[in-house]
């Protein structure tokens, strides 16, 4: 099986979860810096204070991207290192950071993609309200003018958002996230104010970086119901609402989907929002991302496991695999939605690894097997099926800081020892540095 020549191979990363000096140089407190260092809020009480240092050893890290094969680099800027108070002021060091930075990437031949949100919104700005308070979509346009104008023509390719899902449902629903708050108002609000967000930084990436292509990135998981049992069918459709179609449908069609909107609760949350503002979002992009990483299964009855057919095997994150739902979800996107493009810019799996680092290789035969199936039954598949897959970046360059998790769970296809800051690749970063030189699987 033969990806196609001009198929873009990268890795994936994000600025608070690897980068560390996260107060340095004049870098703002953000959310995750406050969420993290509240007792109880993540695994162990880590936090990214140090991360995997790659504030100092980027050279080092993007030299490994490119020695290992690989032609792309997605990362994130961070706003508080950027604008350490959301707004107003900025900070030339951190620019200067990003400068240096995409420097290497470019030195070495890589393409840089970009993320100019990636969870680590300036604590500053969530003293205000957040992602809830509207006025966040004009913070966020000061922000992206900033970061556009100085790096603009140089990346690759700019996503606006990672995850708006994530931001505003693990943020303010359900609270696992930064800023770890339980209000559905104020959920919703964040959801629609990023989706404005997004609408609002596409025309000024334009302006300030013409010609690159721009888009979003969603975490897109299919919810496929247990049974045919009715009500088994209801709550999938519901999930996938929630889940999927929240985020799809204003972008691509500049409207809510409206089995959810015409829920009672959901509509009291947004009483007070402009509505009519909505289609802001669907501005015209070049690509979507889609982030990858499992499907749920829908049960009125049955939990955990017992929802999934027998002999199902799960990631360390009791994540289900199973190459071809991504596959599948690529086809329904494609066909409902239609984005000129699609990348897939995160895909990747916790295990728990050897400890050792003494060999010269790590082997995660299961990393391997995960990134196996999933090239072949998903990307590969989808590819035979038509859809305009052009990208696939793995998650994660590097073992990192796993949010609510910690350091636990290790995504990294090379393995970082946190008390040394020695990087060891494992054998699925030679496995897949393999396949991004030869298109071969
Ligand atoms: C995604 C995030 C990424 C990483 C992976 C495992 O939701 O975008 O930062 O944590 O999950």
Redesign the pocket.
């Known amino acids: 099986m033969t990806f196609p020549a001009d198929f873009i191979w990268g890795v994936a990363t994000?600025s608070y979860?690897i980068e560390g000096a996260a107060l340095e140089d004049g870098r703002g407190e953000c959310i995750w810096t406050r969420f993290s260092h509240t007792p109880g809020k993540t695994k162990n009480g880590d936090h990214g204070d140090v991360a995997c240092d790659h504030y100092r050893r980027y050279p080092e890290d993007i030299k490994l991207i490119r020695d290992l094969g690989f032609g792309a680099y997605r990362f994130s800027i961070s706003w508080p290192r950027i604008i350490p108070l959301g707004t107003g002021r900025v900070n030339e060091m951190g620019l200067d950071f990003y400068d240096r930075m995409l420097d290497e990437v470019l030195n070495q031949g890589l393409q840089p993609y970009a993320t100019l949100y990636?969870?680590d919104l300036p604590q500053a700005l969530e003293d205000q309200g957040g992602w809830s308070n509207p006025a966040i979509v004009d913070w966020f346009a000061e922000y992206t003018e900033v970061v556009t104008r100085a790096l603009g023509d140089r990346i690759k390719g700019w996503i606006t958002l990672?995850?708006p899902w994530?931001s505003s449902m693990l943020g303010y629903l359900w609270g696992v996230h930064a800023p770890g708050v339980q209000d559905m108002t104020r959920a919703y609000r964040a959801a629609h104010h990023l989706l404005l967000a997004h609408g609002a930084a596409i025309p000024i990436i334009r302006r300030n970086a013409p010609g690159v292509p721009a888009g979003i990135t969603l975490?897109l998981a299919p919810q496929i119901p247990h049974s045919d049992d009715p009500l088994d069918i209801q709550m999938a459709t519901r999930g996938d609402g929630f889940m999927n179609r929240w985020f799809l449908d204003p972008i691509f069609k500049g409207e809510y989907p409206a089995d959810l909107l015409a829920e009672e609760m959901i509509a009291a949350a947004l009483a007070d929002v402009d509505m009519t503002r909505l289609k802001e979002a669907a501005v015209p992009t070049d690509f979507l991302g889609i982030?990858y990483?499992m499907r749920w299964i829908i049960s009125s009855k049955l939990d955990g496991h017992d929802r999934f057919p027998a002999g199902s095997r799960f990631t360390e994150m009791d994540w289900e695999i199973y190459g071809r739902a991504m596959g599948e979800m690529l086809l329904r996107v494609h066909q409902e939605y239609g984005p000129k493009a699609i990348h897939i810019t995160?895909n990747?799996a916790?295990f728990p690894d050897p400890d050792t680092t003494t060999d010269a290789i790590l082997e995660d035969p299961l990393r391997v097997e995960f990134y196996k199936e999933y090239l072949r039954d998903g990307a590969q598949w989808a590819l035979d099926q038509g859809v305009p897959l052009k990208g696939y970046f793995a998650?994660?360059l590097m073992d990192n800081f796993?949010?609510g998790e910690g350091y636990e769970k290790r995504?990294g296809i090379v393995h970082v020892d946190y008390a040394t800051q020695k990087r060891t690749p494992k054998r699925s970063a030679y496995y897949l540095g393999e396949v991004a030189r030869t298109g071969v699987i």
């Open positions: 994000s979860q990636h969870w990672n995850e994530c975490n982030n990483y995160e990747g916790a998650w994660s796993e949010w995504f």
